[in-house]
């Protein structure tokens, strides 16, 4: 008697996929800026560390980078008409949160108005009149947004920690302060 295969799995695009992570990934960081307190915008741990309030300002602007991704063939930071790209530090929770929504907005529109076919082309990130990644507009969505920002709230998590505000629930049980151990390597 044969045996029967599982049934397919069911297909999804890559543009759906994008839209479905950038809702919940909104909502992650969303849960993240709340936590900030804003008297403590410049908290460092240490002095090379960025700020409290520009890492969150950072942190509520990487969805927004996905219609870069989308709607240029590339970025070159060297074009001083991308300069208002960087990161700028916000002051309070209502202005980073507006920049959040502000990103959504235009990177759900970005994504509902591409193709597949758009996001397996290549796309480049330049810098000093070098080619720093060129790579298919869907591994560099997931990569240098979707990875950098888990990089970026992880940072942040950690900050609420050491400034005694109360850690999201992410992926898991909230902490409420995470007990901090200083390890040494011999």
Do not use: C
Request: glycine share 6%; net charge neutral; hydrophobic share 40%.
């Amino acid at each position: 008697m044969p045996v029967e295969s599982p049934a397919p799995p069911e297909t999804i695009t890559l543009k759906q996929f994008f839209l479905d992570k950038l809702d919940r990934e909104a909502v992650l960081v969303r849960k993240t800026l709340q936590r900030i307190p804003e008297d403590r915008h410049d908290f460092k741990p240490h002095e090379r560390s960025m700020s409290l309030g520009y890492l969150a300002s950072l942190v509520s602007g990487i969805l927004g980078w996905i219609p870069l991704i989308i709607d240029r063939e590339e970025l070159n930071l060297d074009d001083p008409a991308n300069g208002g790209l960087r990161a700028q530090s916000r002051a309070t929770f209502a202005e980073m949160l507006a920049k959040l929504e502000e990103g959504l907005e235009a990177a759900r529109k970005s994504l509902a108005d591409t193709t597949d076919e758009h996001l397996l082309a290549p796309w480049a990130f330049k810098l000093r009149g070098k080619t720093v990644q060129q790579q298919p507009r869907h591994i560099m969505i997931a990569d240098a947004v979707f990875s950098h920002l888990a990089h970026h709230r992880g940072q942040l998590t950690v900050f609420l920690g050491l400034v005694d505000s109360k850690v999201p629930a992410l992926y898991g049980l909230e902490v409420n302060k995470p007990t901090l151990t200083k390890v040494s390597v011999h």
